[in-house]
C-alpha cells in the first residue's frame, strides 16, 4: 500500500499551541518508521514550509532552517519517495477536474489528487474534508 499525507498533518505536528500536534505527532511518526511507502509531494512540502514559517499563523514561527530541517528527517526515512509532477501530469489534472470540477482554494486539493493517481497512491492521511469530494481516493483522518 502507498499513501500520502496532506500539509496539515505536518503544520499540526509542529505547531506546539495546536490541540491536534501529539495526534499529528502519533500519525507521522506511524507513517515515516511503518513498512508501506509514503509519498511526500512536493506541493504539501511548500504549504507546510510557507505555514509553519509564517507570523500570522504560528504564535511562534518556525525558522526557515527547522522547518527545513523537519522536511529533511522525513525525507531522509528510506520508506518516503519524495515525487512531482511527470510529463503527462496536466491531463491527469484535466481528469480530476473533470470528476469533481474544483475552484479557488480546491485546485490544490485537485493537484494533489492529480499527483495521487499519477503515482498509484490510494490514501491520504488529512484532516480536511474538502478532500472527500474526488473520487477513486481514500482519506483517512487522524483526528477523526
Known sequence: MTQTLDANILVFSSDDSSPFRDRALTCLDGLMTGDAIVHLFWPTVMAYLRVATHPNVFRVPLSID??????????????????????????????????????????????????????????IWTHDRDFRRFSGIVVRDPFA
Open 66 to 123: 527547522h522547518a527545513l530541517a523537519n522536511v529533511k528527517a522525513m525525507v531522509d526515512q528510506p520508506n518516503v519517495r519524495v515525487t512531482g509532477e511527470r510529463t503527462d501530469f496536466l491531463s491527469g489534472f484535466d481528469a480530476v477536474v473533470a470528476d469533481a470540477r474544483p475552484t479557488g482554494n480546491l485546485i490544490s486539493d485537485a493537484h494533489l489528487v492529480a499527483l495521487m493517481r499519477e503515482n498509484g497512491v490510494r490514501t
